[in-house]
């Protein structure tokens, strides 16, 4: 069955850098366009970035176009999120998402939790 | 594209018909999913393409509309629906959701 496992997520000080994981299963990973979506504490979601299949499209978000970067390995059956510059209201619930067919999600990551504080 | 979920909150008792509204600011055709979200949990698939149903999604679940307007009912409450309902466009970058309803136990 189709798994996403994100990691890599906590506390960390504004203006400071953090990479999330997200290793995916029970799919043929290198055939699907992966994305990030974040749902801040309380709040609805809001999509972050999507990476095509073959890493040749990257898109953002313009709240965190030139201080997200995402990636992905093909061999290694994961995605990645690194953020630079971070922000307090960058805090939230970071989820990945599986895309079915054209940037929607049939499967999702249970979430890891990102907090900016100092 | 600014997605306009109505109403926020909606009280319904089991059994019940429930009936959300989502709207576009602009035409986003048939390019709408709906999502559902338990407390704790990730968001699921419901519907895509504005009015199919994604797999393993009972028939009391029903989208519908195209363009700008869009409905997502739910024939008859049950107690496992009581949630969070998100509607997204993908007919434009970038993707955007709406900002949710929840349907509560009245």
């Known amino acids: 069955q189709v798994q996403l496992v994100e990691s890599g997520g906590g506390v960390v000080q504004p203006g400071r850098s953090l ?3 997200c290793a995916a299963s029970g799919f043929t990973f290198s055939s699907y366009a992966m994305h990030w979506v974040r749902q801040a504490p309380g709040k609805g979601l809001e999509w972050v970035a999507i990476i095509s299949y073959d890493v040749n499209y990257k898109f953002y978000a ?3 176009k030139g201080r997200f970067t995402v990636s992905r ?3 290694k059956n994961t995605v990645y999120l690194q953020m630079n510059s971070l922000r307090a209201d960058d805090t939230a619930v970071y989820y990945c998402a599986k895309e079915m067919n054209s940037n929607y999600f049939d499967y999702w990551g249970q979430g890891t ?6 | 594209i600014v997605m306009t979920q109505s109403p926020a909150t909606l009280s319904v008792s089991p059994g019940e018909r429930a009936t959300l509204s989502c709207r576009a600011s602009q035409s986003v055709s048939s390019n709408l999913a709906w999502y559902q979200q338990k407390p704790g949990q990730a968001p699921s698939l419901l519907i895509y393409g504005a009015s199919t149903r994604a797999t393993g999604i009972p028939a009391r679940f029903s989208g519908s509309g195209s363009g700008t307007d869009f409905t997502l009912t739910i024939s008859s409450l049950q107690s496992e629906d009581f949630a969070v309902y998100y509607c997204q466009q993908y007919n434009n970058w970038p993707l955007t959701f709406g900002g949710g309803t929840k349907v509560e136990i009245k």
């Open chain 1, 19 to 21: 990479r999330l994981s």
């Open chain 1, 62 to 64: 313009d709240s965190v």
């Open chain 1, 73 to 75: 390995d093909n061999s």
């Open chain 1, 113 to 118: 939790l990102v907090t900016v504080s100092s």
